[in-house]
Nanobody
Framework: QVQLVESGGGLVQAGGSLSLSCAASGRTSSTYTMGWFRQAPGKEREFVAAIRRSGGSQYYADSVKGRFTISRDNAKNTVYLQMNSLKPEDTAAYYC?????????????WGQGTQVTVSS
């Protein structure tokens, strides 16, 4: 099993920045691909970004390209999401997820989420 714990959410004004962290513990060999998802009230959960273990392959939703950056520190078993130029529509609960495969259709492990609120 893998345990994922997110941190770093909060309230920020539009145009501001936040950095999220997700620390993995347990069977960290199952965190080949790590991703961030978000879910706004009344909406379905959506993909935000993902990164493979090497860090060389990163993927982003079109809505966050150029504003968000995903990275990971394998020595610390931690993945980060740097969010810049935040918009009110980025307001959501952000979830970290992990998969043991390089091309996951579904993620096996999920964190509890951290709230990001962007005020206009």
């Amino acid at each position: 099993q893998v345990q994922l714990v997110e941190s770093g959410g909060g309230l920020v004004q539009a145009g501001g920045s936040l950095s999220l962290s997700c620390a993995a513990s347990g069977r960290t060999s199952s965190t080949y691909t790590m991703g961030w998802f978000r879910q706004a009230p009344g909406k379905e959960r959506e993909f935000v970004a993902a990164i493979r273990r090497s860090g060389g392959s990163q993927y982003y939703a079109d809505s966050v390209k150029g504003r968000f950056t995903i990275s990971r520190d394998n020595a610390k078993n931690t993945v980060y999401l740097q969010m810049n130029s935040l918009k009110p529509e980025d307001t959501a609960a952000y979830y970290c997820a992990a998969s043991p495969t390089p091309f996951p259709k579904e993620y096996d492990y999920w964190g509890q989420g951290t709230q990001v609120t962007v005020s206009s």
